[in-house]
């Protein structure tokens, strides 16, 4: 009975080891069949052995019962337990009466819980033992009076042994993709697969001596969507009462409370095979119609927990001929309720969209066992075979007669996906050597439909109860957790060389910042789309935007300049003293007849009050210098200098004339190879004003896949640390103002390329000093040997032929 109350959860499963049993037999023990499921991927939550959490309480019978003398709501009952003579045990329960069997737990045992029972006198009278509830014993949630025994239980007997409690119970954890394993049958399918031992499902025929279901009821289905299914059966003459013993027994095992016969079929079939059911008193269904549909705004129902609901047009209802009768997959109306008058039955038995459950349930706080299941995903092909299963239980517990037939309404039948498996993929996938029978046998064993394709292909029909196989990947991991991973064979890992060489944009792209960062310099990311004054300014045509995200900014951006320079001057005008920026991103260029050209980009700005020690004071601004010295770690190897380990060479070129971004003579070309990757140098003043930069500023933008390629070609090769000391010296050269620093630098390692290990500007004058047109360049040189130790006598000799080339070559003199 979907909706009775106390059955509010469903996200994990109960299992008693002697009900799987039933449908499947292995000879595993306990903790084979949990080890077993849980590697294929069931979670175990709790074993528990009733038995032992019973330990102690017997059958007793209740020979007398009597007022307490001092306590108007005590009762001292005398109570055989089986023993040489009765107990006197005081009871407060208002339902004990003499003649019934119950389960007494005798001085010196145990409660599950942990309470003791020891020998009280209760308002003056002895009490030697306890009569339990189901509450007490942990076997339910009534807790209004003592659990009344079946007559047929022998006195004296262990409670466990007399209602076959003693048994294991299972809990599982369900997953929110396996709404299949909510059920016995579920779990007894996994366990079959595993073991490659039959299913048993449920045997019965059904006798239907009543009359054609037609002619008594009628079925309409207004909202096919929110339930594409329904099956009515109808039952006569039946006598509510309550549950056998051993049907009882189940549903405490598994913690349900028993409630009447009627309610307990329906609650087992539920548990069985997990799809929800629900009877109404057919005599309380007015104009012997049932019709789904959407609830009218405002509409009342009164549910079985006695609240009064207001309903929405988003809450699907069942309905008879007049008003709601239930909430659809989630609990039925109390005028429709079956009790001990009622004598006819229609047995519903449907599928609810997930949705519409989960959608109602939440807005009204009413969680059921058959809502979770509902809202999990329930089978649409087990509606009709739930249907008959409780339909025949029923006949049998309560005498009822079962009409001829049953109302399916089913206007468009669910049709079933077939998904193509390759057994060698499988194989290939799971490193394992699966054949395409073990294939059949696993997913057939699951439930699938396998027939043979192409070649060794399959082609598997999968069950409606397994909605998350959807493809072949799907299959084989099926295949894979019932073969059992702890099968595949080990391989040994082959590890082939550490690849140099960046792989895709995102690894270049992330090296690239991680250098920059190391550099000293702080990431920006910019928006791709830029200001049209960026466009007009620099008079370059970039990629506009068919709908621009706003007026004036519509182009694609064709240079990183534009973010970095909109971010240094929002540093600069909240007072910072100095900036050094980077950005790694795309950039634009057009591309007549298809779509624009990408390609990434390194940028890199630096501006204002270059870092220093605070408690020094030696503040200064950048210059060109601190910028050539980012460049040139990104670019240079520092053990080779411009020479890479593969025959790459990276040059600077001065650049006189004006080109767009920078001043003229104030700034370089990067070559490699001869081909222009980029430009370094001072930003045009125009470009700054542009951005209201009132100060100077340094920039570079280079290819970042170049970056990349030069970085491969350095190599990892390993270079011991000196093992001698070298000399430093520090010379300065009056020359030509059109000769670059490099080209001094070139000439100054061609020297003697063993010995020069480093060369490096530290100072450029012009002044006073020199002549006009002249200008002054200051290195710091680092000589090394490999062979020894090198003397004052070879570092002069050495600089007297660095003197003599830079005069040769550029009439270079010392200062």
Known sequence: MYGSPGNSEADAVKITRSWLADYVEVDWDIEELVERLTMAGLEEEAVEDLGARLDGVIVGHVL??????????????????????????????????????????????????????????????????????????????DASGIMVLPSDYSVGTPYADAAGLNDVVIDFEVTPNRPDCLSIVGIAREVSALSQRPLNLPRFELDAQGPPVETTCRVDIDDTVGCPRYVARILRGIQVAPSPSWLQNRLRAVGQRPINNVVDVTNFVMLELGQPLHAFDLARLREGRIVVRRAIPGEPLQTLDGTDQKLTPEDLVIADGVGPVALAGIMG???????????????????????????????????????????????????????????????????????????????????????????????????ANIDSDECR???????????????????????????????EVDLVEEVGRIHGYHQVEGAEIVRGPIPQQPRGGYDIARSLREGLVELGLDEIISPSIVDDRWTQLMGTTGCRLANPPAE????????????????????????????????????????????????????????????????????????????????????????????????????YESIDESVGFLRPGQGARILRNGETIGHWGQAHRDLCAAFDVDRDVYIFEIQGTCVAR????????????????????????????????????????????????????????????????????????????????LEDRDADQVIDRILKRLGDAFGARLR
């Open 64 to 141: 007398d019962r009597a007022q307490h003398p001092n306590a108007d709501r005590l009762s001292v009952c005398t109570v055989d337990v089986g023993e040489s003579a009765p107990r006197t045990i005081v009871c407060g329960a208002l339902n004990v009466d003499t003649g019934q069997r119950v389960a007494v737990i005798l001085p010196g045992s145990t409660l599950p819980d942990g309470t003791r029972i020891g020998e009280a006198k209760l308002r003056g009278v002895a009490s030697s033992g306890m009569i339990c509830s189901e509450v007490e014993l942990e076997l339910g949630t």
């Open 333 to 431: 109306g109390a005028n429709s309720e079956v009790d001990d008058s009622t004598t006819d039955i229609l047995l519903e038995s449907a599928f609810f969209d997930r949705r519409t459950v989960r959608q109602t349930a939440s807005r009204l706080g009413l969680r059921t066992e058959a809502s979770a299941r509902f809202e999990r995903g329930a089978d649409v092909a087990m509606a009709a075979f739930a249907s008959e299963r409780a339909a025949d239980l029923l006949a049998q517990i309560t005498g009822g007669v079962i009409d001829d037939g049953a109302i399916d309404v089913y206007p468009a039948p669910t049709s079933l996906p077939q998904i193509p498996l390759r057994p060698e993929r499988a194989s290939q996938l799971l490193s």
């Open 441 to 471: 046998r696993i997913l057939q064993a699951l439930g699938c439909v396998v027939d043979r394709g192409s070649d060794q292909d399959l082609v598997v029909t999968v069950p409606a109860f397994r909605p998350d196989l959807e493809r």
């Open 552 to 651: 004036g900014v519509s182009h694609l951006r064709t240079s990183l300049l534009p973010g970095l320079f909109d971010v240094a001057r929002r540093n600069f005008n909240q007072r910072q003293s100095g900036v050094g920026l980077f950005e790694v991103g795309r950039v634009f260029s057009p591309h007549p007849g298809s779509l624009p050209d990408e390609s990434l980009l390194v940028g890199g700005l630096m501006a204002g009050q270059a870092s220093a020690s605070a408690w020094r004071g030696d503040h200064r601004d950048v210059d060109v210098l601190d910028l050539k010295g980012v460049v040139d770690a990104l670019l240079l190897d520092s053990e080779s200098g411009r020479e890479s380990g593969h025959g790459s060479e990276v040059t």
């Open 710 to 789: 030069l970085w491969s070609e350095w190599g990892n090769d390993y270079v011991p640390l000196p093992k001698f000391p070298p000399i430093e010296r520090d010379l300065a050269v009056v020359l030509d103002t059109g000769v670059a620093a490099g080209q001094i630098i070139e000439e100054i390692r061609r020297v003697d390329p063993t010995l020069v290990e480093t060369v490096e500007v530290f100072d450029v004058y012009t002044g006073d000093q020199v002549e006009t047109g002249k200008h002054s360049l200051a290195f710091s040189l680092s000589l090394r040997s490999d062979s020894g130790t």
